[in-house]
């Protein structure tokens, strides 16, 4: 089992910067590839961000590449998302997620198995 903890959602205006940070427990952190995901009122989940295990490759969902940032410190099971130029359209639950062996192109969610409780990002106009 793996616990994740979400911290570091809040309100902030367009334009406006916010980090994420979702701490591991309970197994090797660094068999795992982490992914963001968020979840808008009325849609789907969707992807966001993924990192490997080393931290060495990321990849981004088109939404966000060139403003958010996806960063691991393994020495503190921690994985971060920087979320710089928000826009109103970032409003979502956002939820990291925990990859056993994966790598960071893993974009489908039936691919993560284990998931935090998910932290709330209001982004206003």
């Known amino acids: 089992q793996v616990q994740l903890v979400e911290f570091g959602g809040g309100l902030v205006q367009a334009g406006g910067s916010l980090r994420l940070s979702c701490a591991a427990s309970g197994r090797i952190f660094s068999n795992y590839a982490m992914g963001w995901f968020r979840q808008a009122p009325g849609k789907e989940r969707e992807f966001v961000a993924a990192?490997?295990?080393?931290?060495?490759?990321?990849y981004y969902a088109d939404s966000v590449k060139g403003r958010f940032t996806i960063s691991r410190d393994n020495a503190k099971n921690t994985v971060y998302l920087q979320m710089n130029s928000l826009k109103p359209e970032d409003t979502a639950v956002y939820y990291c997620a925990a990859n056993y062996l994966g790598t960071e192109s893993d974009r489908a969610h039936t691919k993560y198995n284990y998931w935090g409780q998910g932290t709330q990002v209001t982004v206003s106009s």
């Open positions: 990192i490997s295990r080393s931290g060495g490759s990321t």
